[in-house]
T-cell receptor, first 114, second 114 residues
Framework: DSGVTQTPKHLITATGQRVTLRCSPR?????VYWYQQSLDQGLQFLIQ???????AKGNILERFSAQQFPDLHSELNLSSLELGDSALYFCASSVGQGEGNTIYFGEGSWLTVV | LAKTTQPISMDSYEGQEVNITCSHNNIATNDYITWYQQFPSQGPRFIIQ???TKVTNEVASLFIPADRKSSTLSLPRVSLSDTAVYYC???????????????FGAGTRLAVHP
């Protein structure tokens, strides 16, 4: 158990809908990362937050948005869903200070768009 | 951010030592080298991290030559349960804290046979 909690574990929704994925980082971790992994694809970095502020952005679609709240949990919002958005979405967290930080991943949220 | 190159796949047998080499020619001074293991439908799991020379923990060793342009993950006496994808990452731990845009490559698919 990495200490990173993601909900829901599984989600099935229809095209055009909007969903919210939630992540609770490890206790004490200030950075939260979101990744997308499609079937047989690698991990695609989406976005990083550090202590509530957006820190880095990857290939995140405009239909997707995220935020990190004062209690450090994060939410990834996916809207106008398309079939191609079906994927495993991972959240990860790290302390975010000092050298040699390690990021720890949650078990992911399976999103199926039908 | 330093790009990494790893073999796409490797095969081994139970009880053998497996060495997976990662090339990172453009590694920067502040970069750490981290390896992750991922099983299907699970979040990547931290294996080992190093900056230079050799690092060893209870599951693996990491060898880093003086020029740091490559690194080798060594798994002693693999078992069937070590069948997974292994990712090499070179992280830029900036002043802003944590890794920024931590990019995963395609990884190495290790198959361990009986």
């Amino acid at each position: 158990d990495s200490g990173v909690t993601q909900t829901p574990k599984h989600l099935i929704t229809a095209t055009g809908q909007r969903v919210t994925l939630r992540c609770s980082p490890r206790s004490g971790d200030l950075s939260v990362y979101w990744y997308q992994q499609s079937l047989d694809q690698g991990l695609q970095f989406l976005i990083q937050y550090y202590n509530g502020e957006e820190r880095a952005k990857g290939n995140i679609l405009e239909r997707f948005s995220a935020q990190q709240f004062p209690d450090l949990h994060s939410e990834l919002n996916l809207s106008s869903l398309e079939l191609g958005d079906s994927a495993l979405y991972f959240c990860a967290s790290s302390v975010g200070q000092g050298e040699g930080n390690t990021i720890y991943f949650g078990e992911g949220s399976w999103l199926t768009v039908v | 951010l330093a790009k990494t190159t790893q073999p796409i796949s490797m095969d081994s047998y139970e009880g053998q030592e497996v060495n997976i080499t990662c090339s990172h020619n453009n590694i920067a001074t502040n970069d750490y080298i981290t390896w992750y293991q991922q099983f299907p439908s699970q979040g990547p799991r931290f294996i080992i991290q190093g900056y230079k020379t050799k690092v060893t923990n209870e599951v693996a060793s990491l060898f880093i030559p003086a020029d740091r342009k490559s690194s080798t993950l060594s798994l002693p006496r693999v078992s069937l349960s070590d069948t997974a994808v292994y990712y090499c990452l070179v992280g830029d731990v900036g002043f802003s804290g944590g890794y920024n845009k931590l990019i995963f490559g395609a990884g190495t698919r290790l198959a361990v046979h009986p």
